[in-house]
């Protein structure tokens, strides 16, 4: 997954796009460096707008991080 990491940032260097953005913040949420994710989502909403995949995927990445459950933490 490193090695798939570095193709990105390389091809983003190159030519950054909101799709580039998203693939890279998706390798990232899988490696649970879960900001940076975030915020290659927020990247590729401002480059593609609201209607894009990104934006879907921001949505869900907040949320899971906005997740709280007393009963988990307090057995």
Known sequence: ME???VLLDEA???KPSGDLY???GRL???LQRYGAAIADYEKAVALDGPGS???AAL???RE???FYHRD???P
């Open 3 to 5: 090695q798939e990491l």
């Open 12 to 14: 983003i260097a190159r």
């Open 22 to 24: 998203l693939e890279r």
């Open 28 to 30: 990232l949420w899988r």
């Open 53 to 55: 995949p990104a934006a």
């Open 59 to 61: 949505q869900l990445a």
């Open 64 to 66: 899971v991080m906005a």
């Open 72 to 74: 988990l933490y307090n």
